[in-house]
């Protein structure tokens, strides 16, 4: 398993929210390029990028600043936000990330989805962010009535085989995560995800590593990480057992 550090980007600087509210916003660092950096010198092997203004608004907002990371940073990025129309997704993959991040269009817009598995399939991760049980989209203010489990199905049957499972209501809370859902989940998809959501201390990987499912493929980590719970490599070292 990878440790995905997170650099959630709102208005120009690297922030994290708490359980996907933009009203509780922690602003960590001025400059994401200089978070991003920190996690890369402590050893990060992969990013994960947020777009919060383009996931608010449906439209990407911040790629200036993905475009400094990819640029003057020697790891892989996967980013997210907003990307909801295929010229978006297009713009994204032109900005030098590995892997593009889908939430909302996907999961509402079939032609949209086609398309990208068309132009993008092996380079795109759609994202099951999860509140009260329910997915939910337009940047975690809307929740949905749909089961996360029916929306993964409904997605694998049209040809989605990489999920990020995010678990909004435990996201920034340090709470830990929820270990019967990750296994539920993991029963469910059939090939990679990654996991987010409420990871506050080493233990809370270590159990994650222990549940042995071998199509979890990473943890993505935020406030732990801003917060010195650990290190980026401490928890590397925590996931790979």
């Not at 991003?36 to 203004?53: I, N, Y």
């Amino acid at each position: 398993m990878i440790l995905y550090p997170a650099v959630d980007i709102l208005d120009g600087r690297a922030v994290r929210l708490r359980q996907g509210d933009f009203d509780e916003a922690t602003v960590y660092d001025s400059s994401p390029l200089d978070a991003a950096r920190s996690w890369v010198e402590q050893g990060a092997a992969f990013l994960h990028v947020v777009d919060l203004d383009g996931a608010r608004s449906g439209a990407p907002a911040n790629l200036a600043d993905v475009r400094q990371i990819t640029s003057e940073l020697n790891v892989p990025v996967q980013v997210g936000g907003g990307l909801r129309s295929v010229d978006a997704v297009r713009e994204a993959l032109d900005s030098g990330v590995e892997r593009v991040v889908l939430g909302t269009a996907a999961l509402r817009d079939q032609e949209f989805l086609d398309d990208c598995l068309g132009i993008c399939r092996d380079r795109m991760i759609v994202s099951i962010d999860v509140s009260g049980g329910r997915v939910a989209v337009e940047g975690w203010q809307q929740v949905t009535g749909g089961e996360p489990e029916a929306v993964i199905e409904s997605l694998m049957a049209r040809g989605v085989r990489s999920f990020v499972y995010s678990n909004v209501d435990r996201d920034g809370m340090l709470e830990g995560p929820d270990l019967d859902e990750v296994r539920r989940i993991a029963g469910v998809i059939r090939g990679r995800f990654l996991y987010a959501g409420g990871i506050g201390r080493i233990e809370d990987l270590e159990a994650l590593a222990a549940l042995r499912q071998v199509n979890l493929g990473g943890v993505i980590v935020g406030k732990a990480l801003y917060e010195g719970r650990f290190t980026v490599r401490e928890g590397q070292e925590a996931l790979a057992g």
